[in-house]
T-cell receptor, first 112, second 112 residues
Framework: GEDVEQSLFLSVREGDSSVINCTYT??????LYWYKQEPGAGLQLLTY?????DMKQDQRLTVLLNKKDKHLSLRIADTQTGDSAIYFC????????????FGAGTRLFVKA | SQTIHQWPATLVQPVGSPLSLECTVE??????LYWYRQAAGRGLQLLFY??????ISSEVPQNLSASRPQDRQFILSSKKLLLSDSGFYLC???????????FGDGTRLSIL
């Protein structure tokens, strides 16, 4: 079945770039998403990319998609302490179903 | 603009008691609605989804049930809570199955 995998932890220093990686298995994915979850809160949609795109940039966020390797990454430039959170990768497919498959989340620690 | 509300934000219940969590969406019609559970330090588990009034799909066998009595209202229930029902419950919506889901702020449920 479909699966989304991501590393569980990432630690960076304030001001450095963070790169969070994700791999997925469903080659029919239409959209791939990155969500951010702060402690005790719901998931906030950060950005998403269509499967026919290679890259999307939105201010400090850059999403790279390698469809051949089924690899998605989120780069956060100039990482701040406020970026500390759990980041979820997710995929959905326009196959008539209604499921979005989420990874287990990567916990980003930003050290001052 | 569309908004999603969940309540209560936190709930402490004894084992064997009933449960009712409510989720409402404003600013849209005929949304797809979802209930997820997030165990501590884990990813999201899809519990139920609904594509219309009275239409509920269950993803995992469990002690919980869901209902959609109105277009923009989604309720998660249990007749008798178990210790294993503890967790963080998230409601989400989207307009079409493959589009980004938008999440409520969640309900933290503790069973004693």
């Amino acid at each position: 079945g479909e699966d989304v995998e991501q590393s569980l932890f990432l630690s960076v220093r304030e001001g450095d770039s963070s790169v969070i990686n994700c791999t997925y298995t469903d080659s029919s994915s239409t959209y791939l998403y990155w969500y951010k979850q702060e402690p005790g809160a719901g998931l906030q949609l950060l950005t998403y990319i269509f499967s026919n795109m290679d890259m999307k940039q939105d201010q400090r966020l850059t999403v790279l998609l390698n469809k051949k390797d089924k690899h998605l990454s989120l780069r956060i430039a100039d990482t701040q302490t406020g970026d500390s959170a759990i980041y979820f990768c997710a995929e959905s497919a326009n196959t008539g179903g209604f499921k979005t498959i989420f990874g287990a989340g990567t916990r980003l620690f930003v050290k001052a | 603009s569309q908004t999603i509300h969940q309540w209560p934000a936190t709930l402490v219940q004894p084992v064997g008691s009933p449960l009712s969590l409510e989720c409402t969406v404003e600013g849209t019609s005929n949304p797809n609605l979802y209930w997820y559970r997030q165990a501590a330090g884990r990813g999201l588990q899809l519990l139920f989804y609904s594509v219309g009034i009275g239409q509920i799909s269950s993803e995992v066998p469990q002690n919980l049930s869901a209902s959609r009595p109105q277009d923009r209202q989604f309720i998660l229930s249990s007749k008798k809570l178990l210790l294993s029902d503890s967790g963080f419950y998230l409601c989400a919506w989207n307009q079409q199955g493959d589009q980004p889901q938008h999440f409520g702020d969640g309900t933290r449920l503790s069973i004693l």
